[in-house]
């Protein structure tokens, strides 16, 4: 039912397409299953904030229409009105109550990790990179923070690579050597920070595949901005094509350096 009311509102306030941005309020198509309750989580709270703004501007047109002075004569000057205080006083608690318990509860959903997450990646974040390790396969992938000096496509290629398979739970594991930085894939309508001494955790599943941009998102020194990676969502099978081309590049590395 509520999103189902969501849908019809949002509908009827833009107009147009449940799938462009003015829809979502400014967010980001969001690439993950978490992504899409946090995007759900927003319109709701969106349309909750409308409706109470619909009641209020009401109320006020009301009062300014209806009980306006006329002539010389003032309107009758009342005060304290006990019950009408009680209720605007439980009233906004009753708001609280209902965007605290959405939120708390979409919130547990988005920060659940899966017993056995099917892939999973350790994260360093450092100044100014990210380094993804994959454990389970042996796997590396590092690279340069982003060049202004290069094309969009150089740096693309050059900046570090995590590769994710799609409708698989990926479970991150963040680190940090140095300072806090935040790791932030918009498309995941989601940041997590990377604190030194405190490792961070969460999963996702991927729901569509293609090619974004992570972010650090906590300022951690000069070249935080060029604090990049590539993100690339992936088909299982693609992944595991990716994981042994991997292994074979690393241990021809490592066999040439012996
Ligand atoms: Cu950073």
Same mark, same amino acid.
């Given at each position: !039912?509520?999103?189902?009311?969501?849908?019809?509102?949002?509908?009827?306030?833009?107009?147009?397409?449940?799938? %462009?941005?003015?829809?979502r309020?400014?967010?980001?198509?969001?690439?993950?299953?978490?992504?899409?309750?946090t995007?759900?989580?927003?319109?709701?709270?969106?349309?909750?904030?409308?409706?109470?703004?619909?009641?209020?501007?009401? !109320?006020?047109?009301?009062?300014?229409?209806?009980?306006?002075?006329?002539?010389?004569?003032?309107?009758?000057?009342?005060?304290?009105?006990m019950?009408?205080e009680?209720? #605007?006083?439980?009233?906004p608690?009753v708001?609280?109550?209902?965007?605290f318990?959405?939120?708390?509860k979409?919130?547990?959903?988005?920060?659940?990790?899966p017993a056995?997450p099917?892939?999973?990646?350790?994260?360093?974040?450092?100044?100014?990179?990210?380094?993804?390790? #994959?454990?389970?396969y042996g796997?590396?992938?590092?690279?340069? !923070?982003?060049?202004?000096?290069?094309? %969009?496509?150089?740096?693309?290629?050059?900046?570090?690579?995590?590769?994710?398979p799609?409708?698989?739970s990926?479970?991150?594991?963040?680190?940090?050597?140095?300072?806090?930085h935040?790791?932030w894939?918009?498309?995941?309508?989601?940041?997590?920070d990377?604190?030194?001494?405190?490792?961070?955790?969460?999963?996702?599943?991927?729901?569509?595949?293609?090619?974004?941009?992570?972010?650090?998102?906590?300022?951690?020194?000069?070249?935080?901005?060029? !604090?990049?990676?590539?993100l690339?969502?992936?088909?299982?099978?693609?992944?595991?094509?990716?994981?042994?081309?991997?292994?074979?590049?690393?241990?021809?590395a490592?066999?040439?350096?012996?």
């Amino acid at each position: !039912m509520r999103v189902g009311a969501l849908a019809v509102l949002l509908l009827a306030l833009a107009g147009c397409s449940p799938n %462009d941005t003015f829809t979502r309020m400014g967010f980001p198509n969001p690439v993950t299953t978490q992504g899409a309750i946090t995007l759900s989580l927003w319109q709701g709270s969106w349309i909750a904030g409308l409706l109470v703004g619909a009641v209020v501007w009401g !109320m006020i047109i009301w009062a300014v229409i209806f009980h306006r002075k006329r002539g010389d004569k003032l309107p009758p000057q009342v005060r304290y009105n006990m019950p009408i205080e009680i209720l #605007y006083t439980v009233i906004p608690f009753v708001l609280i109550a209902v965007l605290f318990y959405y939120t708390a509860k979409d919130e547990n959903t988005i920060d659940a990790i899966p017993a056995h997450p099917q892939v999973t990646v350790n994260v360093t974040g450092f100044q100014w990179s990210w380094a993804f390790n #994959y454990p389970g396969y042996g796997v590396n992938t590092d690279g340069a !923070m982003w060049n202004p000096r290069l094309t %969009d496509a150089q740096n693309q290629a050059a900046m570090p690579l995590l590769e994710i398979p799609v409708g698989e739970s990926v479970e991150f594991n963040l680190t940090s050597p140095d300072v806090i930085h935040a790791f932030w894939v918009p498309e995941f309508l989601f940041k997590r920070d990377v604190i030194p001494g405190h490792p961070n955790h969460f999963s996702i599943t991927a729901t569509k595949t293609g090619t974004f941009t992570g972010h650090c998102s906590e300022l951690c020194g000069l070249y935080h901005s060029r !604090m990049l990676f590539t993100l690339k969502i992936v088909t299982p099978a693609q992944f595991q094509t990716w994981i042994s081309q991997q292994k074979a590049i690393q241990q021809t590395a490592s066999g040439s350096t012996q």
